[in-house]
């Protein structure tokens, strides 16, 4: 196989972390958005949280995506 | 086509001479280079918007007045509630990151600018300088006490040296994520902007080359990407906000993490 | 996906510089990292000393302003609560002192009523009791008329009677003691 062949494949399976980081999205907003329709007066203060539980979350599918970026750009 | 990554290449705008740090043999080129220059904008941006906004201040406030005490006060309610009382005294920090980060991010987003924060060198120095303040203040302030940090409380103890290493890890990439996912986030949304615009321009192009109806097929096509372009850029205006609420937020809590030292509020 | 894939090809035939990404293309890394520094402090200290202090400086004075406006209203309220109370506390005093008033005048005309009343009572008793004297004195004088007449009446009486002419004090004796046996 050609060297910038199995750059490109390893590249497209190094975006495969993402979907981690969409799962773990989908929950948190997901629970959040339960929680809050069930007790709306409450929701307003863990909006800091929510955010903070996206940004971890998140981070760990902006790593593979820039680790895909590092390898085909590399 | 150019490449969706040359957007990010950073060139010399004005030659300055080079600076060698004293003591060591290393030299920095010192250069006004379109990032630096993209700082620059921001910063001054910044003062003049912070210098028009204080000038005359009034107790009835005008629309002007009432987005710059907005953001102020969105800040100050942040650092309030994560920190408690402490928070006033590292608000001036904490408003200067956030309005920093955001105005370089929002400035990006005008096409043909540069994103000074789509630069890992831009988020890693804006990380370590948040991260060494945190170590700074957490010695200065607990002394070895800090390390309370690692070891949550009512821990049974053959779990201590464990945990000590989990969360020493976790702390240690702490830098690590911050400044990734704000170079991260600005790199993957200026990239994404940047292969939708190619889109239109090759799809204009076979729309111009004609032939066998992809005429059409390409009008279509490159007005799809145009609409794309259109919603992305839209998606990258919350993006940049809320990055930037985001690397303040987490700015807080590592600061509060160093002044309480783990034991609560 | 074709043109992506177009150009990520093209991204790697023709890198624009040596190591990938321009982003770490170590060279330019000092100055940014130097440039990022001296500005991120001169925005540092111009919001600590000079933005921040100034912003907080107007939102407490309009808090501050808000609280005066807010003790001004209450204060004012309370004024005009105190007024009200005043005001009621004032009537009811002068709705007592009319009421007081009106006794008072009341008791003084009826004080000057019942005097007038009692001499007017003394002068009529006193027009009455000398009537009286006056009512006794003439009845008196009429008694003694009466007694004159009444021996006259005798003395008429016996001489025609008798045909003897009666002396006229016999007469009066007898008219005398008529009247005792009749009274």
């Known amino acids: 196989m050609d060297a910038s062949a199995a750059k490109l494949i390893g590249a497209g399976l190094a975006t495969m972390g993402m979907i981690g980081a969409g799962i773990g999205v989908g929950t948190i907003f997901g629970n959040f958005l339960s929680g809050a329709l069930r007790n709306p007066s409450a929701a307003g203060g863990q909006f800091t949280n929510l955010m903070l539980g996206t940004a971890l979350v998140e981070a760990l599918g902006i790593l593979a995506f820039v680790l895909s970026l590092v390898i085909l750009f590399s | ?265 | 996906m074709a043109p992506a894939h177009e150009q990520t090809h093209t991204g790697t035939e023709e890198p624009p510089h040596e190591g990938g990404l321009p982003q770490f293309q170590l060279e330019y890394w000092g100055g940014q990292i130097v440039w990022l520094l001296l500005l991120f402090t001169l925005l540092y200290f111009l919001m600590s000393r000079v933005f921040v202090p100034r912003m907080r400086k107007v939102l407490d004075t309009r808090a501050q302003t808000i609280a005066d406006a807010v003790e001004q209203a209450r204060r004012a309220q309370d004024e005009a609560k105190a007024m009200a109370e005043a005001g009621r506390a004032e009537v009811a005093e002068a709705r007592a002192a009319a009421q007081r008033a009106g006794a008072e005048a009341k008791a003084r005309a009826n004080a000057a009523a019942a005097k007038r009343q009692a001499a007017e009572d003394e002068r009529l008793n006193a027009k009455m009791a000398e009537a009286e004297v006056r009512i006794r004195a003439s009845r008196d004088k009429a008694m003694s008329n009466v007694g004159a007449i009444a021996s006259d009446t005798a003395q008429a009486m016996i001489e025609k009677l008798t045909g003897v002419k009666a002396t006229a004090a016999d007469a009066a004796a007898l008219a005398a003691a008529t009247a005792k046996g009749n009274a």
């Open chain 2, 1 to 265: 086509m150019a490449s969706p990554m040359e957007q990010f290449q950073i060139k010399k705008i004005v030659d300055l001479p080079d600076f060698t740090i004293p003591g060591t043999n290393y030299t920095v080129d010192m250069a006004i280079t379109n990032s630096s220059l993209a700082m620059f904008v921001a910063a001054g941006a910044l003062i003049l918007f912070f210098a028009f906004l204080t000038a005359s201040p009034k107790v009835v406030p005008g629309r002007f007045q009432v987005v710059g005490e907005g953001v102020f006060t969105f800040i100050d309610d942040l650092a309030t509630s994560v920190m408690g009382h402490e928070g006033r005294k590292y608000f001036p920090f904490i408003f200067t990151i956030f309005t920093f980060v955001l105005t370089m991010n929002l400035l990006g987003l005008i096409p043909g600018n540069f994103t000074a924060t789509s630069q890992l060198a831009v988020t890693v120095t804006l990380a370590v300088l948040v991260f060494s303040l945190v170590l700074i203040i957490g010695f200065w302030k607990h002394g070895l006490g800090f390390f309370k940090l690692f070891v949550p409380s009512g821990l049974p103890l053959p779990m201590v040296p464990l945990l000590f290493l989990i969360e020493l890890f976790s702390f240690l990439l702490r830098p690590v994520t911050l400044s990734l996912r704000l170079f991260g986030n600005m790199l993957g949304g200026h990239v994404a902007l940047k292969v939708f615009a190619g889109f239109i321009v090759a799809l204009g192009g076979m729309a111009f080359a004609g032939g066998f109806g992809l005429h059409n097929l390409g009008i279509a096509g490159a007005v799809l990407s145009m609409g794309g372009v259109v919603a992305l850029t839209a998606l990258e205006l919350l993006v940049a906000c809320l990055q930037a609420f985001v690397f303040a937020i987490l700015t807080t809590i590592y600061l509060n993490d160093a002044v309480t030292a783990g034991h609560g509020h």
